[in-house]
């Protein structure tokens, strides 16, 4: 009767433990995001999306050299903001 006690209490710690293992991964991993920050995130991206659609335009008196260019640094500037 002491065997079984013993092998049940040991597989029950064995149980606990592998859960308490999972949930720590879960709660570790990079999908397990707040909504609150998720939100945070959509709004920053939009705001830069806004903006970079006013930085890619053509602006007054401007050559077209000028804007290739100045295109080109917002294109990196863009990516780069949005990692």
Same mark, same amino acid.
């Given at each position: 009767?002491?065997?079984? !006690? $013993?092998?049940?209490?040991?597989?029950? @710690?064995?149980?606990? @433990? *592998?859960?308490?293992?999972?949930?720590?991964?879960?709660?570790?991993? #990079?999908?397990?995001?707040? #909504?609150?920050? !998720?939100?945070? *995130?959509?709004? &920053?991206? *939009?705001?830069?999306?806004? +903006?970079?659609? =006013?930085?890619? /335009? +053509? &602006?007054?008196?401007?050559?077209? &050299?000028?804007?290739? /260019? =100045?295109?080109? %640094?917002? $294109? *990196? =500037?863009? $990516?780069?903001? %949005? =990692?």
């Amino acid at each position: 009767m002491k065997s079984i !006690v $013993k092998k049940i209490a040991i597989l029950s @710690m064995a149980g606990m @433990m *592998q859960i308490g293992l999972g949930t720590s991964l879960i709660e570790a991993s #990079p999908l397990h995001i707040e #909504p609150s920050s !998720v939100q945070q *995130q959509d709004n &920053r991206n *939009q705001i830069e999306n806004e +903006r970079h659609e =006013r930085e890619i /335009k +053509r &602006r007054p008196n401007e050559s077209e &050299r000028e804007w290739h /260019k =100045r295109q080109e %640094l917002e $294109k *990196q =500037r863009h $990516k780069d903001n %949005l =990692r």
